[in-house]
């Protein structure tokens, strides 16, 4: 009985949320770029490279200007190269966006770890961090403390949600967008080229990993840059983008799952072997995936 | 002109597969070394320890040294590609145990596994494994004598023999200090993803333990920045580690990799190839394994006392008056 207590009292404490809401955030902000550019019918699996890119310029960055934001901004620029470069193999020269993705996933290691080990011109860790919010109001409320003392990323991932929500499904941009992907002939009908709808959301996906990687290495880390640390969430990140069908909000919640059964898989671990904690979120990638398979079945069946 | 284009883009991308992938160093000797390492370096532990030492073979005794980083992946092929053109191959890594059906392909190759053992002796290959037990068994007799709470912690990288065993040390050395001492432990399953270990090491603090060892390569990285923002102590592994946040680490489990590649090819190139064929374990008794405090001048947390008292116990362990713990 105190056995199963302790369990309930680790799992649900207040740690495991904060964990949540900071393990999340990256795999969100990648989820919301691959959601525009699946809106616009590309299967981009690319996005874990441009991940470990943002996170890797991002310190390059606050090193280089001693300043968060200055990484922060050099994160973002090459996020915009990377989703240009990705769109102009992509979307002008219409290659396999499959191929072109694990290309760019390689790119990816191989140019950090290149730049990393031999002109980074200092220590790539413990370079200036971003800031995290402290509202001392939002400590003295119970069940609110665990959303102060987040880094700005996780704030500006909550905006950044419902600002893609409003584009996607609001603006006339957006509705384009997702014509360029399902009816690209009538959306060139009516005299919009579906290729350029196609490059928005290529770079718009480029920014957004960017600063995925940006949090991944300034946010949750302070400034520190290790090879290959972007660890596979951008393929998380792409599973919450199929589980959500794309639609931002949807994949911000699917990333928070990711986050939580990931913070309740480390706590497990005092009681359960780390071999099966470990497996939590893949696992539930898998559930995820049967979920809509089935859901896919059962609207086609209700169609016919 | 399209295709062109395409293809030099092809080019460039593939490029980057090779960064870091093979260099060679030192050129006034006929001995040639391969280390082939089964992660990747820039751990700043075990790995990058390796690396100094075949660096000091290359710069004091000029052999000509080739580096390999398996990255994770095919490590079998790996160490065929060393061995082609290598006369001695250094293994890093438990990662390798195709070794025994390998270095038998390669006679006149000497082999050195690092960090694990064939069942079965094999004339041309050396293993070197490192009693860590012993050395963490050190390193838990301080973390729990300088615990306020009562409570320590150790994230590892994975559940494995080799760190596992770093653990029953650390857990024993610590009870050894403290009889009512909580352990607690995790495994970030990771060994490259800082953000993971950050996010293992604030559970552990979350659990009230307020000096956490790591054992988990550059995932480690992350849990020296947890402590540092708890305001608790950590341990650092392999290489002494301090400099890296010194007012946090307050002391490094050492494991001497790169001294002792470096030592027993040196006594290969004064004709003394005795150790091959067997096991050679690097412990506390000949130095390779121990606690390092950091440079000297550096911020101390541990005081004198305990690190006499941690002496007294070391000498214990090495006259075997002490018998520590071991997954082996």
């Known amino acids: ?304 | 002109m399209k295709k062109i284009f395409c293809l030099l883009l092809a080019l460039v991308l593939l490029l980057s597969l090779f960064a870091g992938c093979r260099k060679t160093e030192g050129e006034n000797s006929e001995l040639r070394l391969a280390l082939v390492v089964a992660g990747k370096f820039g751990d700043r532990s075990f790995y990058d320890s390796s690396k100094e030492g075949v660096d000091r073979l290359a710069k004091e005794l000029g052999v000509r040294v080739t580096t390999i980083e398996c990255n994770n992946q095919s490590h079998d092929s790996q160490m065929k590609n060393a061995a082609d053109k290598a006369d001695v191959v250094v293994c890093v890594g438990w990662e390798f145990g195709n070794i025994k059906t390998i270095a038998p392909l390669y006679p006149d190759v000497k082999w050195i596994w690092i960090d694990n053992a064939t069942e079965e002796p094999i004339p041309n290959v050396l293993n070197i494994t490192y009693a860590q037990n012993q050395g963490s068994y050190l390193a838990g007799y301080i973390a729990a004598s300088l615990s306020k709470t009562g409570v320590v912690g150790a994230v590892g990288g994975e559940n494995q023999d080799v760190i596992n065993d770093f653990i029953v040390g650390y857990k024993q050395g610590a009870k050894a200090a403290r009889a009512d001492v909580k352990v607690v432990t995790n495994y970030s399953n990771s060994y490259d993803d800082p953000a993971k270990g950050k996010e293992c090491a604030l559970a552990l603090a979350d659990q009230k333990a307020d000096v956490i060892f790591q054992i988990a390569s550059a995932a480690g990285a992350g849990v020296f920045e947890a402590c540092e923002e708890r305001g608790i102590y950590a341990i650092g592994v392999d290489s002494d580690q301090k400099y890296i946040k010194p007012d946090t680490i307050i002391c490094s489990m050492k494991k001497e990799v790169g001294s002792s590649i470096y030592d027993a090819v040196k006594a290969l190139l004064e004709g003394d190839a005795s150790k091959w064929g067997s096991t050679w374990v690097a412990d506390m008794s000949n130095g390779y394994v121990g606690i390092g405090y950091g440079e000297e001048g550096s911020v101390q947390q541990v005081p004198d006392e305990l690190k006499a008292a941690v002496e007294e116990v070391a000498a214990k362990i090495i006259s075997g008056e002490i018998k520590v713990d071991t997954t082996r």
């Open chain 1, 1 to 304: 009985m105190n056995g199963s207590k302790d369990i309930f009292s680790t799992i649900f404490s207040a740690g495991t949320f904060q964990m949540m809401l900071r393990s999340a955030t990256p795999v969100a902000l990648a989820a919301i770029g691959g959601s525009m550019t699946e809106h616009a019918g590309i299967m981009n699996i690319g996005m874990e490279g441009m991940i470990l890119m943002g996170a890797f310029f991002g310190v390059l960055g606050s090193f280089l200007a001693q300043s968060a934001f200055a990484g922060l901004a050099l994160a973002l620029l090459v996020g915009i190269l990377a989703g240009l470069f990705f769109a102009l193999l992509v979307v002008r020269y219409k290659s396999d966006e499959f191929i072109i993705g694990c290309a760019l996933n390689t790119f990816a290691i191989g140019l950090t770890t290149y730049l990393a080990r031999n002109y980074f011109p200092g220590d790539a860790s413990g370079n200036p961090n971003l800031p995290e919010l402290n509202l001392a109001f939002l400590d003295r409320i119970p069940g609110l403390r665990v959303i102060n003392h987040q880094s700005v990323l996780v704030y500006l991932t909550w905006i950044i949600v419902i600002l893609a929500w409003l584009f996607v499904y609001k603006t006339p941009y957006g509705f384009w967008l997702r014509a360029s992907g399902e009816k690209p002939d009538t959306l060139r009908t009516a005299g919009i080229s579906p290729k350029k709808m196609k490059w928005i959301a290529s770079v718009l996906c480029g920014i957004l990993c960017a600063l995925a990687g940006a949090h991944l290495s300034l946010g949750q880390l302070q400034g520190t840059f290790t090879d290959n640390m972007s660890n596979s969430r951008g393929f998380i990140a792409f599973a919450c983008v199929i589980f959500a069908a794309a639609h931002p909000g949807k994949a911000y919640l699917a990333a928070l799952m990711f986050g939580f059964f990931e913070a309740i898989g480390l706590r497990l671990q005092g009681f359960v072997s780390s071999d099966l904690t470990g497996m939590i979120p893949y696992l539930i990638t898998i559930v995820m995936m049967v979920y809509v398979v089935v859901r896919k079945q059962r609207r086609k069946m209700k169609n016919e």
